[in-house]
């Protein structure tokens, strides 16, 4: 066992169910230990002990990925960059420590000397008085996630003028559109741009993205393929001149978080823009549509999105003429969710031919009930039909639907609420 701990390059523990005993973990590693490249733990809650982090950091002088935790102070992580300069990534912890004058130097100083970094991320609870420091190390990033850090506008622009070369971002909707503004006067190389909310459940915000930043984004990033975006409000006109100004979106994903929202100005559905997306962007893989939606926007995907490989839907929808038209139209298509739709059993059956070429079927909350499942399942005996029942729910209706095929058969570890047909 210790002989192939001496031989580990990579530990990752990011989106894993981690029973978070403590940090005294780190202190296994024997002192001999120096192969490690890749370390991440930012997903660990629980505080770790430092001086065992630190010696580690300091004997793998081949280690480029370091993720940090919350749990590390400002003052911790610049006595573990002093040991590292080399680091291509990493990922801060807590960035609101209180820091002394001397404090704050070091820090820059640790920062500036490391030039080989590319991705920055962490930056939990971030201070403005201290993302100064980050800006010699910005003229170098590529990637730039902030999506731990609630920054205001004035502080993104700050920062953003000192990365160049930025070609993917993640930030907080806190930055609002000014600071979406200043993403399109700063970063003419950005690919990719997510935008996620800060606090998806508050309905009285009044902070937040509007459809002016993205189109602002638009105007001053030309070569944005990738898009996540998180909005309250969207219009027609603005998606249609956002696809106009990035034709070349392979991954477009339009969040509008209140359900069934129309176009806020003209008050009709969201179907012209989602049409514009289909028909201007003709690399397109992957749609996520929202907002109030109707058989119209099925029909221009399954019209025009012939690349398409994934696609997201909810609360959108008229009647199971849409879906027939997705599952005729898109040749390409892998990969199908679905929740709070009126699609039923002829929208279900209708992708009998597809569905052995597809990687998935997922639909939930929509109108299929269990004879439409038993149909499916006994006309495509290799696909695997599983149907999750809610407590209570109607018998007839089949609540959630997972379609999918392997060569491995029905699997043998689902619980008792999943039933396979």
Same mark, same amino acid.
């Given at each position: *066992?210790?002989?192939?701990? &001496? ?72 006595? @573990? ?15 609101? +420590?209180?820091? !002394? ?37 910005? !003229? ?14 004035? +502080? ?9 070369? @930025? ?23 950005l690919e990719e741009l997510r935008v996620f909310p800060a606090d998806p459940f508050d309905e009285e ?6 459809? #002016? ?14 898009? @996540?975006?998180?909005?309250?409000? &969207? !219009? ?20 509008? $978080? ?11 559905? *969201?179907?012209? #823009? ?27 995907i399954g019209r025009y999105a012939k690349n398409l490989e994934t696609l997201s839907v909810a609360f ?29 059993? #002829? ?21 299929? !009930? $269990? ?5 499916? #399942?006994?006309? $495509?005996?290799?696909?695997?039909? +599983?149907?999750?029942? +809610? ?31």
């Amino acid at each position: *066992m210790i002989e192939e701990e &001496m031989n580990l390059t990579e530990l990752d523990i990011q989106e894993n169910g981690i029973d978070d005993k403590g940090g005294s973990w780190l202190s296994c590693f024997p002192e001999s230990f120096t192969s490690l490249e890749v370390l991440n733990f930012a997903n660990l809650s629980s505080d770790i002990n430092f001086d065992a982090l630190e010696r580690l950091v300091g004997r793998c002088k081949s280690m480029r990925v370091l993720k940090l935790n919350r749990s590390v102070s400002l003052e911790q992580l610049q006595r @573990l960059l002093v040991n590292a300069p080399q680091l291509a990534e990493l990922g801060t912890g807590s960035f609101s +420590e209180e820091l !002394t004058f001397r404090q704050y130097v070091e820090l820059e100083s640790a920062l500036s000397n490391c030039q080989n970094m590319h991705t920055l991320y962490g930056l939990w609870d971030a201070k403005g008085i201290y993302l100064p420091a980050l800006y010699p190390v910005c !003229t170098h990033l590529t990637f730039l996630n902030l999506s731990y850090a609630a920054l205001r506008s004035d +502080e993104l622009a700050k920062l953003l003028a000192h990365c160049p070369r @930025l070609k993917r971002l993640w930030v907080l909707d806190t930055v609002e559109d000014k600071g979406l503004e200043a993403v399109g006067l700063n970063c003419p190389l950005l690919e990719e741009l997510r935008v996620f909310p800060a606090d998806p459940f508050d309905e009285e915000i009044i902070h937040g993205v509007t459809e #002016a930043g993205f189109v602002a984004v638009s105007f001053g990033c030309p070569r944005l393929h990738y898009v @996540l975006y998180f909005c309250r409000q &969207m !219009t027609n006109a603005a998606v249609a001149t956002i696809v106009q100004n990035c034709p070349d979106f392979t991954h477009f994903r339009l969040c509008i $978080m209140n359900p069934g929202q129309p176009d806020y100005i003209t008050n009709e559905p *969201m179907d012209e #823009a989602f049409g514009a997306v289909v028909k201007t962007c003709t690399k397109l893989q992957r749609l996520s549509v929202s907002g109030r939606l109707t058989d119209l926007t099925f029909e221009y995907i399954g019209r025009y999105a012939k690349n398409l490989e994934t696609l997201s839907v909810a609360f959108a929808g008229s009647s199971d003429w849409g879906m027939q038209c997705v599952m005729g139209g898109c040749s390409k298509l892998r990969k199908l969710e679905i929740r709070d739709c009126p699609f039923g059993n #002829a929208a279900l059956l209708s992708g009998l031919e597809k569905y052995e070429s597809m990687r998935s079927l997922w639909m939930s909350a929509c109108n299929v !009930t $269990m004879n439409g499942c038993r149909l499916l #399942a006994r006309e $495509m005996p290799r696909l695997n039909v +599983e149907v999750m029942k +809610e407590d209570g729910s109607d018998d007839s209706q089949a609540d959630k639907v997972y379609v999918y095929r392997s060569i491995a058969g029905p699997r043998r570890d689902a619980p008792p609420s999943v039933l396979t047909l």
